[in-house]
């Protein structure tokens, strides 16, 4: 049975950070494109970030592009995700991830998490 499971998310300042973790079981991780996905209230899920499974392809959504960071332990079966200068319109509640492909739809991604509520306030 495969579970990612999401961490870390919380209520933070604006220009504060946050680390959220997903810790992936019951599927062969490293096999795996990984991504960030989040959906703001009243609003459609979009990508954030994604990370091939070796790490030599990664994109980023361009309103986080050079604020965010996503990173990946394959050793350890656990997909990070770096947010620094937090802004209020990242509020949202964010999703990992995994795909068999790299990609930034989310329709090509076969197992989620259940999320976790990252607010920012002005």
């Known amino acids: 049975q495969v579970q990612l499971v999401e961490s870390g998310g919380g209520l933070v300042q604006a220009g504060g950070s946050l680390r959220l973790s997903c810790a992936a079981s019951?599927?062969?991780?490293?096999?795996?494109?990984m991504g960030w996905f989040r959906r703001a209230p009243g609003k459609e899920r979009e990508v954030v970030a994604a990370?091939?499974?070796?790490?030599?392809?990664?994109s980023y959504r361009t309103s986080v592009k050079g604020r965010f960071t996503i990173s990946r332990d394959n050793a350890k079966n656990t997909l990070y995700l770096q947010m620094d200068s937090l802004k209020p319109e990242d509020t949202a509640v964010y999703y990992c991830?995994?795909?068999?492909?790299?990609?930034?739809?989310?329709?090509?991604?076969?197992?989620w998490g259940q999320g976790t509520q990252v607010t920012v306030s002005s």
């Open positions: 991830a995994a795909s068999r492909t790299f990609s930034n739809y989310d329709s090509e991604y076969d197992y």
């Open positions: 019951g599927v062969t991780f490293s096999n795996y494109t």
């Open positions: 990370r091939s499974w070796d790490g030599r392809a990664t």
